[in-house]
């Protein structure tokens, strides 16, 4: 199977054409940079690279002479959404094997990709005298399990630094959000990212063990040390040695329960209940709180030593609602995933959900998002996301507001005509036009070949 690596800044974009790709059976790893594609392709062989012209940290013809020195039996295929033919005579003149622009014709883009792998594979042949082959480089796929999803806004990549930059550490790291926001995968991520990463990661939820139980679930204990003890058991302690603990709501331990773990991470040994041996062990905390800790300090709730030995560094893990130009990425995302988990093949969402969406105050934050864009895959018979499928509080916000927009354009009964107006008024430039309008370019792309607007 040809692997493809596509380099492309707009990230909706980027997961349509991804998911084309997939489809007519070609691997794809997708970067969002030049950076991104510099540090992907250092790790992975790929067949082809499709890179855009325009990105936000270098020009899609530097980065190709730059991948042809280095890669020179890689092809090369440009994208732009601006068809300037001075422009394909200048990549090709510096090696691209084609050029395509925005927005595509599907069977164009085959076709080119076809063509270019085709004359890759007769050069290689051509060029190879022995009739012993160098072998790329294999690298295992890898697992999409507890993915993080990078988002565009300036709270995600302030998050994604601070990420990166706790990682290798071994400080114990503080996640400070409202519930639903992804503290726990956040804090997979950074012990995935860690040199822990090979050990063990084990959550647990502080709110859901009973004070009485804290001690034998943290630490373990021997068969019949107290009633019901049928058998011996492994604490969280011990079965996280090596790798990260992350102890999520860790405001609701008491009292108690908050000396003990106290005493366990001063002195980095446990004491399994009913037991005279004590056990090294050699972990990472990672904590998560939607309450200020600071505030229960000051009222006696939560220990002021233990406190600070958590919090060496903290991360805001921000809400849906402080991060505006995610959430459409955040949904695009759930959706592939609702698609895999369900078997079903929804193209995206309607121009209205898409609006009603963003009018939406999402006071459950991802976990909202993820349930109701799954509901909604669930419930949707055609190719999109209609508002038909969505929960009532939908529609009982949009009531309490004067409309979805005060925008001048907006997708209603006579929905050609608005793009066409918006076309018009940004003298076709399809990106202007979807912010004109409120939705993603990938959205307006769909809604153009639906009407067949050329």
């Known amino acids: 199977m040809p692997k493809i690596l596509v380099i492309e800044d707009d990230i909706s974009f980027c997961k349509l054409l991804e998911k084309f790709l997939i489809k007519n059976k070609y691997e794809v790893s997708v970067a969002f940079s030049a950076s991104e594609a510099r540090a992907i392709i250092k790790n992975e062989s790929f067949d082809l690279i499709l890179t855009d012209l325009r990105l936000p940290d270098s020009d899609g013809i530097g980065l190709m002479s730059e991948f042809k020195n280095e890669y020179p039996q890689i092809p090369v295929i440009l994208m732009t959404g601006y068809s300037d033919v001075n422009t394909a005579v200048k990549a090709i003149k510096n090696g691209a094997a084609d050029y395509i622009s925005k927005p595509f014709n599907p069977d164009e883009v085959l076709l080119v990709i076809t063509n270019a792998l085709k004359a890759a594979h007769t050069q290689e042949e051509e060029e190879t005298e022995t009739p012993v082959k160098q072998k790329k480089a294999v690298k ?12 565009i806004s300036v709270a995600s990549k302030k998050l994604l630094d601070h990420i990166q930059l706790v990682s290798p550490t071994d400080m114990s790291v503080l996640i400070i959000g409202e519930s639903g926001t992804g503290k726990e995968i956040i804090a997979k991520s950074i012990h995935q990212q860690s040199q822990r990463k090979s050990n063990n990661f084990i959550a647990v939820d502080c709110g859901a063990i009973p004070k009485e139980l804290a001690a034998s679930e943290f630490f373990g204990h021997l068969k019949g040390s107290f009633t019901g003890a049928i058998s011996d058991k492994m604490g969280y302690f011990e079965a996280a040695n090596g790798g990260t603990l992350f102890l999520d709501e860790i405001g609701n331990l008491s009292y108690e329960n908050q000396i003990q773990l106290l005493r366990a991470l001063q002195e980095r040994k446990i004491k399994p209940v009913g037991s005279n041996k004590e056990i090294n062990v050699d972990i990472r905390i990672i904590t998560a709180t939607n309450e200020d800790l600071r505030e229960a300090v000051k009222n006696g709730d939560f220990r002021e030593d233990l406190y600070h030995r958590i919090n060496e560094f903290s991360i805001q893990s921000p809400s849906l609602k402080d991060r505006d130009e995610d959430l459409m990425v955040f949904a695009d995302y759930f959706l592939e ?27 459950g934050n991802l976990r909202e998002l993820q349930n109701c864009v799954k509901r909604a895959t669930l419930l949707t018979q055609g190719d999109f996301i209609e508002s038909d499928v969505l929960p009532i509080e939908f529609f009982q916000a949009e009531k309490q507001k004067t409309g979805f927009s005060s925008a001048s354009f907006s997708l209603s009964d006579n929905e050609k005509e608005a793009i066409i107006q918006a076309l018009n008024r940004t003298q076709n430039n399809k990106s202007e036009a979807a912010k004109l309008l409120k939705i993603t370019r990938k959205t307006l792309y769909n809604k153009l070949k639906q009407y067949n607007i050329d």
């Open 337 to 363: 995933k609702a698609n895999q988990q369900l078997n079903k093949d929804v193209i995206g969402f309607s121009p209205e959900v898409v609006s009603i969406f963003q009018n939406y105050s999402w006071p």
């Open 140 to 151: 295992k796929p890898v697992s999409a399990e507890n993915e993080f999803v990078r988002g």
